[in-house]
């Protein structure tokens, strides 16, 4: 082999005394045998691999008396979509053990991560050109490009937190400890066993409200404002401005001044932020002179302003940068971590005294919902309404345009309701973990009796994975609706990916350097450059399918049909008889209702339920109507520069 400066002959040792040819091959074949094992014929017809003793139709199958979804499930893809949802709830009930945090997050988000990919898989399989209706954004060839970046992205991550779980160093260290699966049968049969393990760890803290600031007014000392993300605020995060208190500030700004937005921080990944009088801008829908629905319009340059996005200190003027730079700015926020961070990114903005409107809102690109407002002191409008909008090229007159929109008072409604939608205030559960909408005093109780970790004593990380943990097993439980077997896909992806973004913020809150045994891709700033990646992609991925299930011509298609919880009704078609020996008690404090008929959890080693059949979670607890909601007005593709703003090269 060529080794340093010497070639051994073939079968012979070299200076180094190895690898020999026959060592070469060894390592060859052994990657065969590990990572390309022969499929079988279930996994060959979802386009999964080691998922076919997870089958419901398997004779032996792990998850016996346990279904994931409702409805029609008869189909060959509902029947692999239970399969790969019943690997994933029993890969992530493991024990906890090593020193470090990460271990434990790893350890659950790899099998995880494993599920989206394998779903991703089936989807892509299944999948016809008429599952879709067609137009930008909206057809098949979208849908792969969204299922290739879920499947290479979460793959790569994959493999990074398998080498951490195997690098010596860790071990040495004490972090890793072992990985132990919380299950002690195989089929999943039998009676849990509830002996070990608190039934109560949150209730207490839910009904409390947080205290987090937001939108709170602020007046820079200065023109220099550093931009950076606030993780935890909200489902999407916020802005924060050094200098100005809390999350979203409203920033009052002097007319005739030069403001500087730096984005610089290596939190604004993935955030660039843009300018509008109408908040969320290109996320929101307006109506040009002719009646045409199209993007709310941005400042650029216009709309008396001044605005330059700059990377590397050079804004690009040009026609192809849009003529102020944003077309070049945006598309870079898309690029990896490493290869942004490379540069540097920043925004000027000047609002003349003869702007017409004197409030403004900054926003986020890429993600809807990230909206806040800026004031302007000492100008002189010429309306205090924005009544029309400079919509297309033609400006009217201060009355209502012939469309009677929009007015101040409706950019006003936008923009309450951007923040009643997407800013809500945090309970105290949430504000400890780091989470949002994790629970509610409505709801708090629900999952009393239910574990996902096997822990004897669950410190406050335990806690907050058991509790986002419960709530993704009972949103995924969807029933099959809709003509398109992408409705399907997306409303269980979207709580699953919500799950992965709440991981991730769980573990950002509680994490020190300490999880870590230091050095290149094992410190803490790689762990938060991971944690960076799997948020703001899978928020994105989020917005995306949720615009598909909210398009007027996907529902007017039949292709979308209605979003019902398997807990909320019980199908007719889907009433499965449950095994006898799996009727745990119910916690007093929870409140019964009309849980699916199939529930099966059993063979649990420590009092660790586990929580491991969607629809199920144990004795019959349901939560009351527990729905992610995704406010998206009109959510907007982002800007890609060619061939290298792409989500699949999105490793941290």
Same mark, same amino acid.
């Given at each position: 082999? #060529? ?11 070299? !200076? ?27 996994? !060959? ?57 990460? $271990? ?36 098949? !060839? ?9 499947? %290479? ?36 049969? &039998? ?33 220099? /404002? ?7 605020? *909200? !489902? ?27 984005? *610089?921080? @290596? ?65 870079? #926020? ?14 000027? /903005? ?66 309450? %309701? ?21 629970? =509610? ?16 004593? @669950? ?29 399907? #896909? ?31 891709? %094992?410190?803490? $700033? ?31 298609? &039949? ?13 007719? =078609?889907?009433? @499965? ?19 699916? =008929? ?36 009109? @959510? ?17």
């Amino acid at each position: 082999m #060529f080794i340093g400066n010497g070639r051994g002959a073939a079968g012979a040792y070299n !200076e180094f005394g190895q690898p020999t040819q026959a060592d070469a091959i060894a390592v060859y074949t052994n990657i065969v045998n590990t990572d390309q094992p022969p499929l079988s014929a279930f996994d !060959e017809s979802c386009g999964t691999s080691a998922a076919s003793t997870y089958s419901p139709t398997e004779a032996n199958a792990k998850c016996q008396g346990m279904h994931f979804l409702c409805g029609d499930t008869s189909t060959d893809y509902a029947k692999c979509l239970q399969s790969v949802d019943c690997k994933m709830h029993h890969d992530m009930a493991v024990a906890k053990s090593g020193m470090s945090e990460f $271990a434990t997050f790893a350890r659950q988000m790899i099998p995880h991560h494993q599920n989206a990919v394998a779903m991703a898989k089936v989807q892509s399989k299944h999948q016809t050109a008429a599952d879709y209706a067609g137009g930008e954004d909206n057809d098949m !060839e979208w849908a792969s490009n969204l299922l290739q970046s879920m499947i %290479n992205v979460q793959n790569a991550q994959i493999q990074s937190m398998s080498a951490w779980l195997e690098n010596p160093d860790n071990i040495a260290a004490g972090l890793v400890g072992n990985t132990t699966n919380c299950y002690t049968s195989d089929p999943i049969t &039998g009676t849990p066993n509830t002996a070990r393990g608190p039934t109560t760890v949150w209730g207490s803290l839910a009904p409390a409200m947080g205290k987090a600031l937001t939108n709170v007014d602020c007046t820079p000392s200065g023109t220099n /404002l550093t931009l950076k993300w606030d993780a935890f605020s *909200s !489902e999407w995060g916020g802005y924060t401005v050094d200098g100005c208190i809390g999350v979203n500030p409203t920033l009052k700004l002097n007319a005739g001044t030069t403001y500087t937005f730096d984005q *610089s921080d @290596p939190s604004n990944w993935y955030h660039p932020v843009g300018f509008a009088y109408i908040a969320g801008g290109a996320h929101e829908t307006c109506y040009n002179m002719a009646g045409a629905e199209g993007e709310c319009p941005e400042l650029g340059g216009d709309f008396g302003s001044k605005i330059l996005y700059y990377i590397d200190n050079v804004a690009n003027t040009s026609e192809a940068g849009g003529g102020f730079g944003l077309d070049f700015y945006e598309p870079d #926020f898309f690029n990896s971590q490493d290869w942004w961070g490379g540069r540097t990114y920043k925004v000027t /903005l000047e609002v003349q005294a003869s702007a017409p409107h004197t409030t403004m809102y900054y926003f986020c690109h890429i993600h809807s919902g990230m909206s806040a407002k800026i004031e302007i002191q000492n100008a002189a409008p010429d309306s205090p309404e924005i009544n029309p909008m400079f919509i297309g090229s033609s400006r009217g007159s201060n009355s209502n345009n012939e469309f009677g929109q929009p007015t101040q008072a409706l950019a006003v409604d936008v923009y309450t %309701n951007i923040v009643a939608q997407n800013q809500p205030a945090l309970n105290i559960f949430d504000e400890t973990c780091g989470t949002s909408s994790t629970f =509610t005093p409505a709801d708090y109780a629900s999952c009393q009796n239910s574990h996902f970790l096997c822990d004897a004593s @669950p410190s406050t990380f335990d806690t907050c994975l058991q509790a986002i943990d419960c709530k993704m097993h009972r949103d995924m439980a969807v029933e099959i609706s809709g003509d398109s077997k992408f409705a399907t #896909f997306a409303r269980q992806m979207i709580p699953h990916h919500a799950n992965a973004v709440n991981m991730a913020k769980i573990l950002s809150k509680t994490q020190t350097a300490a999880d870590y045994a230091g050095g290149e891709n %094992n410190d803490l $700033a790689w762990a938060n450059g991971l944690i960076r990646s799997i948020i703001n992609v899978q928020n994105a991925q989020i917005q995306s399918m949720s615009a598909w299930l909210e398009n007027p011509v996907n529902i007017a298609a &039949g292709l979308v049909g209605n979003t019902i919880n398997c807990y909320d009704t019980a199908s007719p =078609t889907a009433s @499965p008889t449950a095994s006898p020996t799996a009727s745990p008690t119910a916690s007093p404090t929870a409140s019964p209702g009309p849980a699916p =008929t199939s529930c099966s959890s059993s063979g649990l080693e420590g009092g660790a339920v586990a929580g491991v059949a969607i629809g199920c979670l144990i004795g019959g607890i349901i939560l009351g109507a527990v729905v992610i909601k995704v406010f998206m007005s009109k @959510p907007q593709p982002a800007r890609k520069a060619d061939g290298k703003a792409d989500e699949a090269n999105n490793q941290p």
